[in-house]
């Protein structure tokens, strides 16, 4: 029933909802509210993401799932909701989970069921599994399938949740990872394995914060890629350290190495995953050319409460983006599927730009665009600030300032329209490279995604700024030369 529900409301509300509200191309809930995009995985030649998703309010109520699909990572089409917390087991909230496509053509899906109410001892976070064609699932009679009789000593029966699964081709037996509370009250990553995705064993602790990477871990990830094992988590409750690490709810990813015999993994560096103001949970896939993909939720819950005036949705996941590492570090791009909507090319090159002069380029505006800018000092001197305004008109602008004799790069919403007191700025340390830096900006309506130097660092904020400042300018103090390319996105 409460599925039923759930799916003639979102129509008939989702319908209300113009194009011209949402993005373009990112995923967005068909109504009312989403987090944590889950289940993200390949089904029958088509990309299907699903949602942490409550479709009857703008802000987080009991969890459903929601349901798009792609062919291509861009253009996502709208599905009916996958599931409603209708059963005991799930009753408080049908939680994050991940998806995989079984062998007899099924569509898997693995959640966390939460029974009683969350944040409180007496809540029960369990895991549970659901299959079915790619529209309809149904819950396994058995549910849940793991439960707090596999933990460890001292882990916590009500945090413990969001499992990550995928298929071991080698060893045919299947994986998966979930967050827990240690005993210590911060986070660990467990691991977990069996032959048939309904029949569970724990397998190990993979890692743990002991309090060192702020406290409950959620929505762990593993995978391998060029040589490194990575484990992506988002601990709660980070203390800030330096630029790498805000407080609050972040994202970090743990590289080292993994011995899959003894299901060991080894850390060597610590590093955060985006250094924006609006991102979280992400989770990432293999596709079948081998790109492992991420998507993130973009938001962060200290903000999510504050809504532009008049939204009839909340929410919204980053653009795709592929992974790779380069030297142990996680470069992240946008997945090249984007260049297919490539429309209207602008190329400025050699633009010089000299001290404070604000500078607009005929053709460079936009919200709804790809552009790269590369900057470079003029020969023998150095520049102390460039700046890029965003989104601007005479009320409005978001800025991006690229200081190189700090090597940071900061972004800063302070006048983007948001009507709350809420964190507008950010700064993330970027490569030493004698002024040299390429910036490429991804503009969605209500979105920026910077990606600096090629991936080194990614930035992704939210800006509620109104549709009509679409303009863009340049500044520096000192002298720079720049190369400006542009493309809408359609
Ligand atoms: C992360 C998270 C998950 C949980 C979900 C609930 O944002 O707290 O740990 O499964 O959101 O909506």
């Known amino acids: 029933m409460k599925l039923i529900e759930a799916r003639i409301y979102e129509k008939e509300n989702g319908a209300k909802i113009l194009p011209e509200e949402r993005p373009v191309f990112h995923v967005t809930p068909l109504t009312g509210?989403?987090?944590?995009?889950?289940?993200f995985s390949i089904y029958k030649g088509e990309y299907h993401l699903f949602y942490q998703y409550y479709p009857y309010d703008i802000n987080w109520g009991p969890m459903h799932w929601g349901h798009v699909k792609s062919r291509d990572l861009i253009k996502w089409e709208w599905l009916p909701a996958a599931m409603a917390p209708d059963q005991d087991y799930d009753a408080q909230g049908v939680f994050s989970g991940s998806a995989v496509e079984l062998k007899d053509g099924r569509h898997l899906l693995m959640y966390t069921g939460v029974q009683g109410q969350d944040n409180t001892p007496q809540c029960r976070q369990t895991q549970c599994i659901a299959a079915g064609d790619g529209l309809?699932?149904?819950?396994?009679?058995?549910?849940?399938?793991?439960?707090?009789?596999?933990?460890?000593?001292?882990?916590?029966?009500?945090?413990?949740?969001?499992?990550?699964?995928?298929?071991?081709?080698?060893?045919?037996?299947?994986?998966?990872?979930?967050?827990?509370?240690?005993?210590?009250?911060?986070?660990?990553?467990?691991?977990?394995?069996?032959?048939?995705?309904?029949?569970?064993?724990?397998?190990?602790?993979?890692?743990r914060s002991r309090n060192e990477y702020g406290r409950m871990w959620e929505c762990p990830d593993f995978f391998e890629k060029d040589g490194q094992a990575a484990l992506i988590v988002s601990p709660q409750e980070m203390r800030a350290e330096g630029l790498e690490f805000h407080n609050g709810n972040d994202v970090i990813c743990l590289t080292g190495s993994y011995d899959s015999t003894q299901h060991i993994f080894t850390r060597k560096s610590v590093s955060a995953v985006d250094?924006?103001?609006?991102?979280?949970?992400?989770?990432?896939?293999?596709?079948?050319?081998?790109?492992?993909?991420?998507?993130?939720?973009?938001?962060?819950?200290?903000?999510?409460?504050?809504?532009?005036?008049?939204?009839?949705?909340?929410?919204?996941?980053?653009?795709?983006?592929e992974l790779s590492f380069s030297d142990g570090r996680l470069i992240q791009n946008p997945?090249?599927?984007?260049?297919?909507?490539?429309?209207?090319?602008?190329?400025?090159?050699?633009?010089?730009?000299?001290?404070?002069?604000?500078?607009?380029?005929?053709?460079?505006?936009?919200?709804?665009?790809d552009m790269t800018v590369d900057v470079r000092p003029d020969e023998g001197q150095m520049y102390s600030k460039f700046v890029i305004y965003i989104?601007?008109?005479?009320?409005?602008?978001?800025?991006?300032?690229?200081?190189?004799?700090?090597?940071?790069?900061?972004?800063?919403?302070?006048?983007?329209?948001?009507?709350?007191?809420?964190?507008?700025?950010?700064e993330a340390p970027v490569r030493c490279q004698a002024g040299r830096i390429r910036l490429r900006?991804?503009?969605?309506?209500?979105?920026?995604?910077?990606?600096?130097?090629?991936?080194?660092?990614?930035?992704?904020?939210?800006?509620?700024?109104?549709?009509?400042?679409?303009?863009?300018?340049?500044?520096?103090?000192?002298?720079?030369?720049?190369?400006?390319?542009?493309?809408?996105?359609?």
């Open 136 to 207: 309809n699932y149904e819950k396994y009679e058995f549910n849940p399938v793991i439960t707090g009789e596999h933990l460890p000593q001292g882990c916590s029966l009500s945090d413990f949740r969001d499992p990550k699964i995928w298929r071991d081709h080698k060893k045919q037996c299947f994986y998966a990872v979930a967050g827990c509370r240690t005993a210590d009250g911060s986070g660990a990553v467990l691991l977990f394995t069996s032959k048939d995705a309904y029949s569970w064993e724990y397998v190990t602790m993979l890692d």
């Open 275 to 321: 250094y924006g103001l609006d991102f979280y949970a992400p989770q990432t896939m293999e596709t079948p050319d081998g790109r492992r993909i991420l998507i993130g939720w973009m938001q962060s819950w200290e903000s999510s409460r504050f809504h532009p005036e008049g939204a009839r949705w909340a929410g919204m996941c980053t653009l795709p983006r």
């Open 391 to 426: 989104a601007e008109n005479q009320e409005y602008s978001t800025r991006i300032v690229y200081k190189p004799w700090k090597n940071t790069v900061c972004i800063d919403r302070t006048d983007s329209g948001f009507r709350y007191h809420i964190v507008s700025k950010r």
């Open 33 to 39: 509210w989403m987090n944590d995009p889950n289940g």
């Open 335 to 369: 997945v090249r599927e984007l260049l297919k909507y490539w429309m209207h090319p602008v190329i400025h090159k050699g633009v010089r730009l000299e001290q404070t002069k604000k500078v607009r380029l005929s053709g460079v505006t936009g919200r709804t665009i």
């Open 441 to 490: 900006l991804i503009l969605d309506r209500c979105s920026v995604e910077l990606f600096i130097n090629d991936g080194e660092q990614v930035m992704s904020s939210c800006i509620y700024t109104p549709g009509e400042a679409d303009g863009i300018l340049f500044e520096t103090e000192g002298t720079a030369w720049m190369d400006v390319e542009k493309y809408e996105i359609n």
